[in-house]
């Protein structure tokens, strides 16, 4: 490489960089789209079969806060069509499907060159023109239940979109009004159960051969594309307690007799890939006493009222059911079976309220730390005693040393000890006062 071979890759990179940082920085929203022909009350997305779209119009809005500038070179983005689903929790298209027939004409092509001020529209209008032929698919019913557009941004250097969280719109294949919805499928109607709450009592507990009524709620979910009609007529609910989470559980005791609906939500109708949840329901729960321990399970089945309610539904997944257990980690309540009452050490005994456990807990504490401060005082209240006695016994061991040593001495030894005292004392010359 020559000395000069450098030059190129830096002005490479340094063209790069100059784009990147030129790029005006503005947000782009695809706001809203609709469709006129067909209406959404004339038209059927059968399965498997094409639909075609003729009239419609788009518009994208430029939320700033720069221009958008014009693009000489390539359009500033692109606008495709899905079939998807819709997380409107996230806000996000869930497996979108490309429709590849979706096209806009020649005149909306040139639009997307053009700039946006900020704060301003770019409307697409496509009249008489086959803008998409949609074809649902067969295998997607339970869950793709809109009809999508999106912006596809170009780095062309001329922006940089700063929030992709709008950069679609979707509109729900149901029959509504034209520019809320697309037009109903032929999808059935699927219900699937996707929370079974307890609401009372807040500590439920169940005992064999009692009953204890508890109120609760129950989500249901339609994976289809009709609605589910309410009323006591059309949707039924089943409750047993069994041994497994199953249609088929071997062991089942049912509680649906005693299973009261007056005073729930039940006439409210679920909508197309909608969601219902039905509170307030009540009923009666027991335990058998045989086999008590093996009923491990509360469920509810969702059932048709009658063969003739109307709607569809395959009964295959329409049961969902809890655990007995602590309702704090999420299961149903407590059970006390004559098999496990023996047994303190069982999570299925009935424990305490959490305030008054923590008040148990106080107590339990307090009694430990006045029985160790007990055990210490007593240990040196007979520490010190001991000492004392100990003490007391050796000064009078002493005592009796001496008294010993003083009765064994003989008369002789005595008399030994004065002689000899007396004969160093003759020793001792005598003082003459006068040399004194």
């Known amino acids: 490489m020559s000395k000069y ?22 947000d782009l929203e695809l706001e809203i789209y609709t469709i006129f022909n067909p209406m959404p009350s004339t038209v059927v997305f059968h399965r498997g079969t094409d639909v075609t779209i003729n009239v419609m ?44 027939t979706f096209s806009l004409n020649d005149d909306d092509e040139k639009r997307r060159n053009n700039g946006i001020p900020a704060h301003t529209n770019q409307l697409y209008q496509v009249p008489a023109w086959p803008t998409a032929v949609i ?42 009004v034209f520019s809320e919805s697309v037009g109903p499928t032929d999808c059935p109607t699927e219900v699937i159960p996707i929370a079974f709450s307890i609401h009372r009592p807040d500590v439920p507990i169940y005992r064999y051969n009692a009953a204890t009524e508890i109120e609760f709620s129950v989500e249901l979910h339609n994976a289809g594309g009709a609605v589910v009609p309410g009323g006591e007529n059309n949707l039924a609910f089943h409750i047993f307690v069994g041994s497994e989470n199953t249609l088929n559980s071997t062991l089942k005791s049912d509680m649906t007799d005693s299973l ?22 009540t009923v009666n729960v027991s335990l058998p006493a045989s086999n008590c321990e093996l009923y491990n399970y509360l469920c509810v089945i969702f059932k048709k009222a009658t063969a003739n309610s109307a709607f569809e539904d395959d009964i295959g997944n329409n049961i969902i059911c809890n655990s007995f257990g602590d309702v704090i980690h999420g299961n149903v309540g407590l059970r006390f079976c004559p098999e496990l009452q023996e047994s303190t050490n ?51 061991n002493k005592v009796d040393d001496v008294d010993k040593n003083a009765a064994t001495e003989s008369p002789g030894d005595v ?21 004194m």
């Not at 079939?83 to 590849?100: F, K, R, S, Y």
């Not at 008399?415 to 040399?435: G, L, R």
């Open 346 to 396: 069982s999570t299925q005994l009935p424990i305490e309220p959490p305030a008054k456990q923590n008040q148990n807990n106080f107590w339990v504490t307090f009694g430990i730390i006045t029985g160790f401060i007990i055990i210490i005082c007593t240990v040196v209240v007979l520490t010190t005693l001991l000492y004392t006695c100990l003490c007391k016994k050796k000064k009078n």
């Open 260 to 281: 009261d609906l007056h005073n729930s939500n039940s006439d409210d109708s679920i909508d197309p890939w909608g969601h219902t949840t039905y509170t307030n329901l």
């Open 135 to 176: 074809n649902y698919p067969s295998d997607k019913c339970q869950t793709h239940s809109h009809l999508c557009v999106a912006l596809q941004h170009h780095f062309n250097g001329v922006y940089t979109d700063n929030n992709p969280d709008n950069d679609f719109f979707c509109l729900p294949f149901i029959n509504g």
């Open 5 to 26: 071979g450098w030059i190129l890759p830096f002005f490479i990179l340094f063209s790069f960089i100059q784009l990147v940082c030129s790029a005006v920085l503005t």
């Open 57 to 100: 119009s788009i518009t994208v809005r430029n939320n700033g806060p720069r221009n958008l500038p014009a693009s000489a070179v390539q359009p500033n983005y692109d606008i495709v069509m899905y079939i998807a689903g819709l997380d409107e929790q996230n806000g996000t298209m869930v497996d979108p499907v490309p429709v590849n």
């Open 415 to 435: 008399y030994a000890v004065a002689d000899d005292a007396t004969e160093k004392t003759q020793q001792i010359p005598a003082i003459n006062v006068q040399e």
